[in-house]
């Protein structure tokens, strides 16, 4: 018998809770595991550990491929700053030679890791950041000459994404980041709309998006492109203009992620006033979702949208967020995020952790031979399974007997009042063997996601005054 106590309040005070926050800004964008890193406190990561765990798990036959994320700090300034909008951590481009510096810490840092990953499979590859496309084109061979030192055997279905801004896409970049073994770019567009974009402080035309795309398909790569809704001043008519234009010019991957607005961002401190309200975005998610659905597209997360057909695509993440089992993912390079869990392992054995997200800090650790982690968080067994509903619901989907068979407990009976209010709301339907968001569900994701765990929050932020007063 499991002693999780997550479980939450019961019907009512979930149906109170979801009826006070469906106009409330979602702070916290669908999160992709829990806790928030504002509890990651732990500063001795036991990584070499880790990294033995995985291989006893691949000598039994068990574990999961491992994704890998690399990133990259750099971006070019803007103004507004951090592109007005952006709360991940970034430092200014000043030239080459930063990218070349860093590049040699990448190295430095992947050659730690080389014992350790020794024989396990690769599962995906996403090049991200920051600006991952200001790399030259020569980089794109070394970048990929990276990965395989770690993982030599690389099988054709594992999805390798590289990430950037359209005006620094090139045609030559284009043809080396295909030639490198990399099959999927991303693009961050945001806005098609130029006046609404420029808000951004961005440089971006929509030349830059067009010609992207056609050299995408010219050398064979599949290619998504990021949109935001929720934008200032941005309507109903200016999002489907862009959703249109987009449609038209054949992408199959688009994600349309909602305007995350906080810290000291332009948006959040001198354009609060021209956001759209909640209720505005739910709007909007609703006709995107009847727009891209009548255009044939799939919707695989809560903002992921993928038209059938495509020649060049792989399977998208399935294995992330339509498992219970595992939720490997290594992070290499500034700032990168690391989640090591697999429900085998005994307690204790579960972490996330980050990189430093200081350069110098993150180089400073390498150049003493030591993993360059910042802080991490160490999750007890019902953390691991809170995350995994999470991840599992960014899917839109949890499968209630792979849950029983990791977790020996129904995920039905645990979380009983948030289900039944959920299904109040038109939220999610319940099976059998599934439960399923729908309607605005996928929209209230973050909402849910917090719902479900808020007791273990709670908990969390109790422990956490104790630990502050001791
Ligand atoms: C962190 S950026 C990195 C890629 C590249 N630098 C770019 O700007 O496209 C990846 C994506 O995160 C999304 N993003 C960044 N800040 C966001 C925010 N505050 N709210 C919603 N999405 C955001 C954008 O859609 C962006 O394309
Ligand atoms: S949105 Fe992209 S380009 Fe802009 S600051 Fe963030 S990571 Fe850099």
């Given at each position: 018998?499991?002693?999780?106590?997550?479980?939450?309040?019961?019907?009512?005070?979930?149906?109170?809770?979801?009826?006070?926050?469906?106009?409330?800004?979602?702070?916290?964008?669908?999160?992709?595991?829990?806790?928030?890193?504002?509890?990651?406190?732990?500063?001795?990561?036991?990584?070499?550990?880790?990294?033995?765990?995985?291989?006893?798990?691949?000598?039994?036959?068990?574990?999961?491929?491992?994704?890998?994320?690399?990133?990259v700090?750099?971006?070019?300034?803007?103004?507004?700053?951090?592109?007005?909008?952006?709360?991940?951590?970034?430092?200014?481009?000043?030239?080459n030679?930063?990218l070349e510096?860093?590049f040699?810490?990448?190295?430095?840092?992947?050659?730690?890791?080389?014992?350790?990953?020794?024989?396990?499979?690769?599962?995906?590859?996403?090049?991200?950041?920051?600006?991952s496309n200001l790399y030259k084109a020569e980089k794109f061979h070394e970048l990929m000459?990276?990965?395989?030192?770690?993982?030599?055997?690389?099988?054709?279905?594992?999805?390798?994404?590289?990430?950037?801004?359209?005006?620094?896409?090139?045609?030559?970049k284009?043809?080396a980041?295909?030639?490198s073994?990399?099959?999927?770019?991303?693009?961050?567009?945001?806005?098609?709309?130029?006046?609404?974009?420029?808000?951004?402080?961005?440089?971006?035309?929509?030349?830059?998006?067009?010609?992207?795309?056609?050299?995408?398909?010219?050398?064979?790569?599949?290619?998504?492109?990021?949109?935001?809704?929720?934008?200032?001043?941005?309507?109903?008519?200016?999002?489907?203009?862009?959703?249109?234009?987009?449609?038209?010019?054949?992408?199959?991957?688009?994600?349309?992620?909602?305007?995350?607005?906080?810290?000291?961002?332009?948006?959040?401190?001198?354009?609060?006033?021209?956001?759209?309200?909640?209720?505005?975005?739910?709007?909007?998610?609703?006709?995107?979702?009847?727009?891209?659905?009548?255009?044939?597209?799939?919707?695989?997360?809560?903002?992921?949208?993928?038209?059938?057909?495509?020649?060049?695509?792989?399977?998208?993440?399935?294995?992330?967020?339509?498992?219970?089992?595992?939720?490997?993912?290594?992070?290499?390079?500034?700032?990168?995020?690391?989640?090591?869990?697999?429900?085998?392992?005994?307690?204790?054995?579960?972490?996330?952790?980050?990189?430093?997200?200081?350069?110098?800090?993150?180089?400073?650790?390498?150049?003493?031979?030591?993993?360059?982690?910042?802080?991490?968080?160490?999750?007890?067994?019902?953390?691991?399974?809170?995350?995994?509903?999470?991840?599992?619901?960014?899917?839109?989907?949890?499968?209630?007997?792979?849950?029983?068979?990791?977790?020996?407990?129904?995920?039905?009976?645990?979380?009983?009042?948030?289900?039944?209010?959920?299904?109040?709301?038109?939220?999610?339907?319940?099976?059998?063997?599934?439960?399923?968001?729908?309607?605005?569900?996928?929209?209230?994701?973050?909402?849910?996601?917090?719902?479900?765990?808020?007791?273990?929050?709670?908990?969390?932020?109790?422990?956490?005054?104790?630990?502050?007063?001791?």
């Amino acid at each position: 018998m499991n002693n999780f106590i997550s479980a939450a309040d019961g019907l009512d005070f979930a149906r109170d809770y979801i009826e006070n926050h469906l106009d409330k800004r979602q702070v916290n964008k669908i999160q992709h595991a829990f806790p928030s890193p504002r509890f990651w406190n732990e500063t001795e990561i036991p990584v070499q550990q880790m990294l033995e765990d995985r291989q006893k798990l691949h000598a039994q036959g068990l574990g999961a491929p491992i994704n890998l994320y690399m990133g990259v700090p750099y971006c070019i300034q803007t103004d507004p700053g951090k592109c007005g909008y952006c709360l991940f951590p970034v430092e200014a481009f000043t030239g080459n030679v930063d990218l070349e510096r860093y590049f040699e810490y990448l190295k430095r840092e992947a050659a730690m890791y080389k014992e350790g990953l020794k024989g396990l499979p690769l599962g995906a590859v996403f090049f991200g950041g920051g600006t991952s496309n200001l790399y030259k084109a020569e980089k794109f061979h070394e970048l990929m000459d990276l990965v395989r030192s770690l993982f030599p055997e690389i099988k054709p279905y594992v999805d390798i994404t590289l990430e950037g801004i359209p005006q620094l896409f090139t045609r030559e970049k284009i043809q080396a980041i295909k030639e490198s073994g990399m099959n999927r770019i991303s693009m961050g567009v945001q806005q098609v709309n130029e006046r609404l974009n420029s808000f951004s402080g961005r440089k971006q035309k929509t030349q830059h998006v067009i010609q992207t795309l056609e050299w995408a398909k010219e050398f064979g790569l599949a290619a998504n492109i990021d949109l935001i809704f929720g934008w200032p001043q941005q309507t109903v008519q200016t999002m489907v203009e862009d959703l249109e234009t987009v449609v038209g010019w054949g992408v199959y991957d688009i994600t349309h992620y909602e305007l995350n607005v906080g810290g000291p961002t332009d948006f959040a401190l001198n354009r609060y006033h021209e956001l759209p309200s909640t209720l505005s975005n739910l709007e909007m998610y609703k006709v995107a979702r009847d727009l891209l659905k009548s255009h044939g597209y799939e919707q695989i997360t809560a903002y992921n949208w993928r038209k059938p057909g495509n020649p060049f695509s792989r399977p998208y993440e399935e294995g992330v967020t339509h498992r219970f089992d595992n939720m490997d993912t290594l992070g290499l390079g500034y700032a990168a995020l690391t989640f090591f869990s697999d429900v085998a392992l005994d307690e204790g054995h579960s972490w996330s952790f980050i990189n430093w997200r200081n350069l110098n800090e993150y180089k400073a650790r390498i150049d003493d031979g030591k993993f360059p982690t910042e802080a991490g968080f160490k999750h007890a067994r019902e953390d691991f399974m809170i995350s995994l509903i999470w991840r599992n619901l960014f899917g839109m989907e949890l499968d209630r007997e792979d849950f029983n068979s990791s977790f020996d407990v129904d995920i039905y009976e645990h979380f009983e009042g948030v289900w039944k209010a959920l299904e109040e709301f038109d939220f999610i339907e319940v099976t059998p063997h599934k439960i399923r968001l729908k309607g605005d569900g996928p929209f209230y994701t973050p909402l849910i996601q917090t719902l479900l765990a808020e007791k273990r929050y709670q908990q969390l932020r109790e422990k956490m005054v104790v630990e502050a007063q001791a």
